[in-house]
């Protein structure tokens, strides 16, 4: 209801952003068991249709805050690994490289 109050978004809009937003969010932590007994993870698909104006990507910007917060701090976390990962293995190809020389003498 806040963002319906902060954007004046239709309703239908807000919801359908803010249950996606929440899908995405969990979607590596949630599964859903089926009536059927199969279990899902809570992936959604939505589809907002609206004419230009009516705040589609305001309310996408609101929902979507977090996740793309996330993302850029995994990103920044996943970088920073790979570099360490980088170094250790060119000072390990180093090493493996002086004790072959050394055998071969």
Same mark, same amino acid.
């Given at each position: 209801?806040?963002?319906? *109050?902060?954007?004046?978004?239709?309703?239908?809009? $807000?919801?359908?952003?803010?249950? %996606?937003? $929440? /899908?995405? *969010?969990?979607? %590596?932590?949630?599964?859903? =068991?089926?009536?059927?007994? %199969?279990?899902?993870?809570?992936?959604?698909?939505?589809?907002?249709? *609206?004419? /230009?104006?009516?705040? +589609? /990507?305001? $309310?996408?910007?609101?929902? !979507?805050? %977090?996740?793309? /917060?996330?993302? !850029?701090? !995994?990103?920044? =976390?996943? +970088?920073?690994? @790979?570099?360490?990962?980088?170094?250790? @293995?060119?000072?390990? =190809?180093?090493?493996?490289? +002086?004790?072959?020389?050394?055998?071969?003498?």
């Amino acid at each position: 209801m806040e963002a319906e *109050a902060i954007t004046k978004a239709p309703k239908p809009m $807000v919801y359908l952003t803010a249950i %996606g937003s $929440v /899908s995405a *969010a969990l979607q %590596g932590l949630v599964n859903v =068991e089926l009536p059927s007994g %199969g279990i899902r993870p809570v992936s959604m698909w939505g589809m907002t249709i *609206a004419e /230009s104006g009516e705040r +589609k /990507s305001t $309310v996408d910007n609101i929902f !979507s805050k %977090g996740i793309e /917060s996330f993302i !850029s701090e !995994s990103t920044k =976390e996943h +970088k920073r690994m @790979l570099r360490k990962y980088e170094l250790e @293995l060119e000072l390990h =190809e180093n090493e493996a490289a +002086k004790i072959k020389r050394r055998l071969i003498k």
